[in-house]
């Protein structure tokens, strides 16, 4: 019975697909014409398989736009009038649109100021100042207020040091025995420690050198004055000084060469004022020890003998020596005399011939320096 109740609605529905009409339409799709699909599978040539018969209606036209002739990227194509006025319109209407004045607090990138067209009206509860922001404080341009600019940084000005009454050791750099006061301006010498070997104030404004300066220094080996304005120095104020060996006293105005210790070994008063009087008469005699003897740039117009058998070297460059004798470092009588120390003279800038006193270089290891014509 079942059987053939569902034979019974098989039935129903096939009927129904059937006079469906899309099922109509598919059927003829799916059916051919013998009459009009006639086509010799024996004569068909297969070399000529990739020839297409394209039919008229399904070819493309060629293309209406050449090539090269697109329009360039800043072409501003036209547009219709109603769009320009309508886009005119939308920018009247946001001008017009009023602005609220917003304040940004300080801290939050800005510089605490208001903002907006409407700020005119607060411009008279706020002080009004036309700097220019400066770069990086976060003002905006056309504020109402700006942050005061900082005052530019004065030079700082030279400090002033009470030099009276302050230790040597605090205004100038104690090593050991050795006092250095170079280029601390000093007008005068400092009051030394009793204990000081080396003392150097280099480049300062020393003018005279007392007596006093120096007294009681029994273990001063050198004193170094170089680049001062020293104009005078008193004639025993090296005198009581017992174990001086080097004096530097170039670079100044000093006028007289100052009494100095036996115990000398270096003597440097160069690119001073020392002239003909300027030198104590045998005032090298007796200094035994002396080594160095520099009178480079002055005017010193002869040779300040006799000088030590110690002495190696001798500088005279650019005085004013016109004349030499034979026996300025030889000894006449005594022809065997040779002064093998004395290996370095300079008398290089000076008005003398030394090709006219031959005999007195016979003791020397070596000629001087100078004008041989």
Request: hydrophobic share 35%; glycine share 6%.
């Amino acid at each position: 019975m079942r059987m053939l109740v569902r034979l019974v609605l098989g039935l129903f529905v096939l009927k129904a697909v059937v006079a469906s009409p899309r099922f109509s339409r598919q059927v003829d799709l799916d059916t051919y014409d013998s009459a009009n699909y006639d086509v010799d599978l024996d004569n068909l040539n297969l070399e000529n398989q990739d020839i297409y018969d394209y039919e008229d209606g399904l070819t493309i036209d060629d293309p209406q736009i050449e090539i090269g002739t697109l329009a360039p990227p800043d072409y501003n194509y036209p547009v219709p009038e109603a769009s320009l006025e309508e886009q005119e319109q939308e920018e009247e209407e946001e001008e017009e649109m009023p602005l609220k004045p917003q304040f940004i607090p300080q801290g939050s990138g800005g510089s605490g100021v208001l903002m907006g067209p409407n700020t005119q009206k607060e411009e008279e509860l706020l002080p009004t100042t036309p700097t220019t922001p400066q770069e990086g404080s976060g003002g905006v341009e056309g504020s109402v207020s700006e942050l005061p600019e900082p005052d530019e940084p004065d030079e700082p000005d030279e400090p002033v040091i009470d030099r009276e009454g302050m230790p040597t050791c605090l205004l100038c750099t104690c090593l050991g025995g050795s006092v250095y006061c170079d280029d601390l301006k000093l007008d005068s010498v400092p009051p030394l420690p009793k204990d000081t070997t080396h003392f150097y104030a280099r480049y300062n404004r020393i003018t005279k050198i007392n007596k006093s300066d120096f007294a009681f220094m029994n273990k001063l080996k050198r004193i170094d004055l170089t680049a001062n304005a020293i104009t005078s120095i008193d004639d025993k104020a090296f005198m009581g000084l017992p174990e001086l060996e080097e004096l530097v006293i170039r670079e100044n105005h000093i006028s007289q060469l100052p009494a100095l210790p036996e115990t000398m070994t270096l003597i440097d008063a160069s690119h001073n004022n020392i002239g003909s009087k300027g030198i104590h008469n045998e005032a090298f005699k007796d200094m035994t020890s002396l080594l160095y003897l520099y009178l480079t740039d002055n005017y010193i117009d002869y040779i300040p003998v006799p000088l030590p058998d110690s002495l190696r070297s001798l500088h005279l460059q650019r005085n004013n020596v016109q004349m030499m004798h034979e026996d300025t470092f030889c000894n006449l009588k005594d022809f065997n005399y040779i002064r093998n120390a004395l290996e370095d003279i300079r008398l290089d800038g000076n008005p003398i011939n030394l090709s006219r006193t031959p005999q007195a270089y016979i003791c020397l290891p070596r000629i001087p320096i100078g004008d041989l014509v």
